[in-house]
């Protein structure tokens, strides 16, 4: 679910919440973290944030608790080796961006 922003009229706090897209054009229900006041909050369109976040550190090995590097290395065996290189970049890949 994203984050939205939103700014409390009465108080002028801005906080955030988490919506699911299916209830972002809804009025929110909930009242305002610092002032408690209800139907005074709208939207802050000035600071939408990205709440999107992914373990950057990832990496196949982590997930799969070092099988992955294993299994490469069976599939490696079994191809001619001008597939070496493409194996061993899959090996080395981390959750930015593929090495090599």
């Not at 054009?25 to 976040?53: A, H, T, W």
């Not at 599939?75 to 070496?84: D, E, I, Q």
Request: aromatic residues 8%; hydrophobic residues 30%.
């Amino acid at each position: 679910m994203p984050n939205y922003g939103f700014i409390c009229e009465k108080c002028d706090n801005v906080f955030e919440c988490l919506l699911s897209i299916s209830n972002r054009e809804n009025p929110l229900k909930e009242p305002c973290p610092k002032c408690m006041s209800e139907g005074n909050i709208v939207k802050d369109f000035q600071g939408i944030r990205c709440s999107l976040s992914s373990d950057s550190t990832l990496t196949p090995d982590k997930a799969t608790g070092g099988r992955w590097s294993e299994l490469m290395g069976k599939m490696k065996k079994g191809l001619a080796p001008r597939y070496h290189k493409k194996i061993d970049v899959a090996t080395n890949m981390t959750g930015r961006r593929w090495k090599g």
